[in-house]
């Protein structure tokens, strides 16, 4: 069984467009979440941390969901330049950090 | 901002050579990793290290794969004999101390094995 699971997508939605990428986890024992985001040929960069009572950066909404260990991002009025794949990772004891495959988001004119 | 540096940024090698690559995590974090991607392909946990020694490595570490903390600033890791399928972008990343639990990656090495 993976640690961590992601539809890997492809994900093409056009601008401006609400779009919504799911993880699960199955390590109840997990203690930190991220959402990272990867450019192609590029090294993951972080764009947000998850936390239990859910966060927001502008566009961009993280939700826990500590009981069904499921991770959620909401992208809102989508970019070009969001584009990209989105990685879900979890991090357990010892800052071990478990990644899933990566949502591919393709944001179409 | 403090970055995880990497170098080279290109390494191309022949089948059956050693190579390392070279990591400048960032100072005062603890927990240093290094990660592969074939291109296309998910990320891939190759090793972690943590007070100097291996403290978790994956399938893909076998006998070929070595790491080293030299000095109080480098990681490296070192492939003894190169195959084929080492051919991948290799991602170096550090974590803990002032940078808490998030993990932070430097920008890669793309080795390239003929």
């Known amino acids: 069984r993976k640690e961590v699971e992601q539809d890997p997508g492809p994900f093409n939605v056009p601008e401006g467009a609400t779009v919504a990428f799911n993880c699960t986890y199955s390590n109840s024992a997990s203690q930190s979440f991220f959402w990272y985001r990867q450019d192609c040929r590029k090294e993951p960069k972080l764009l947000m941390s998850?936390?239990?009572s859910g966060n927001e950066d502008g566009r961009f909404t993280a939700q826990l969901n500590r009981a069904s260990q499921y991770i959620s991002l909401l992208i809102r009025d989508s970019k070009l330049s969001d584009s990209a794949t989105y990685l879900c990772?979890?991090?357990?004891?010892?800052?071990?950090?478990?990644f899933g495959t990566g949502t591919s988001l393709t944001v179409i004119p | 901002e403090p970055e995880v540096t990497q170098t080279p940024s290109h390494q191309v090698t022949q089948m059956g050579q050693e190579v390392i690559l070279r990591c400048v995590p960032i100072s005062n974090h603890l927990y240093f990793y290094w990660y592969r991607q074939i291109l296309g392909q998910k990320v891939e946990f190759l090793v972690s290290?943590?007070?100097?020694?291996?403290?978790?490595k994956s399938e893909i570490f076998d006998d070929q794969f070595s790491v080293e903390r030299p000095d109080g600033s480098n990681f490296t890791l070192k492939i003894r004999s190169t195959k084929l399928e080492d051919s991948a972008m290799y991602f170096c990343?550090?974590?803990?101390?002032?940078?808490?639990?998030?993990?932070?990656f430097g920008s890669g090495t793309q080795l390239s094995v003929l």
């Open positions: 290290f943590y007070n100097n020694e291996i403290s978790e």
């Open positions: 990772v979890v991090g357990n004891t010892g800052n071990q950090f478990y």
């Open positions: 990343a550090s974590s803990g101390g002032t940078g808490g639990v998030k993990l932070f």
């Open positions: 998850v936390y239990s």
